[in-house]
């Protein structure tokens, strides 16, 4: 059984530039959050997306977007890219908010 | 928003028993989740509460009391690879799961 798949695993951008990261949920799962965790802190909640709408946002700016597609699987855009904005980036999918299984994350770098 | 408190960092010997504190404040509380974290990957599930009392899984319980806002993750036995952050995460009605900053345990020989 396929858990949470999460593309790439690491990535470098300059300041200003726009990066998408990509997501699919477990099998079965229909709800995907996204979160930004930096270095020796906790996650940080972005959003999340159920039917393919942004169900919840948490205290990001707008540069932070997404998008769910009809197979569950999600992405999150992050335009004009900030060197602040270099975190581990994590997915996590769930059905019926029982439990929510994450993925390895993708390890962002901004210069 | 909402306050999670944990601590940073706590030290125990193999076989022992370690209990990492955790207590919150928010409204529409829905829940409280327990994660393992090891260095550079993904947090796995642990433990989930979401009455009062205490819950058992193996080596790890769980325990909440909604009332004291408080909750705390009791490792037993202690082996070497459960050297690893342990994140306290709470859930409110709409959906929003928060975590604290994480505690690191350090497991010695």
């Known amino acids: 059984d396929a858990g949470v798949t999460q593309s790439p695993t690491h990535l470098i951008k300059t300041r200003g530039q726009q990066v998408t990261l990509r997501c699919s949920p477990k099998s079965g799962h229909d709800t995907v959050s996204w979160y930004q965790q930096a270095l020796g802190q906790g996650p940080q909640f972005i959003f999340q997306y159920y039917e393919e709408e942004e169900r919840q946002r948490g205290n990001f700016p707008d540069r932070f977007s997404g998008h769910q597609f009809p197979n569950y699987s999600s992405e999150l855009n992050v335009n004009a890219l900030l060197l602040g904005d270099s975190a581990l980036y994590l997915c996590?999918?769930?059905?019926?908010?029982?439990?929510?299984?994450f993925g390895s994350g993708t390890r962002l770098t901004v210069v | 928003g909402q306050n999670i408190d944990q601590p940073t960092e706590m030290t125990a010997t193999e076989g022992a028993i370690v209990q990492i504190n955790c207590t919150y404040q928010?409204?529409?509380?829905?829940?409280l989740f327990w994660y393992q974290q090891h260095a550079g990957e993904a947090p796995t599930f642990l433990s989930y509460n979401v009455l009062d009392g205490l819950e058992e899984k193996g080596r790890f319980s769980s325990f909440l009391s909604r009332s004291k806002g408080y909750s705390y993750l009791l490792l037993k036995e202690l082996q070497m690879k459960d050297s690893a952050s342990y994140l306290c995460?709470?859930?409110?009605?709409?959906?929003?799961?928060?975590f604290g900053a994480g505690t690191t345990v350090t497991v010695r020989a």
């Open positions: 996590a999918s769930s059905l019926e908010e029982r439990s929510y299984t």
């Open positions: 928010t409204s529409g509380f829905n829940g």
């Open positions: 995460a709470v859930r409110r009605d709409d959906y929003k799961l928060s």
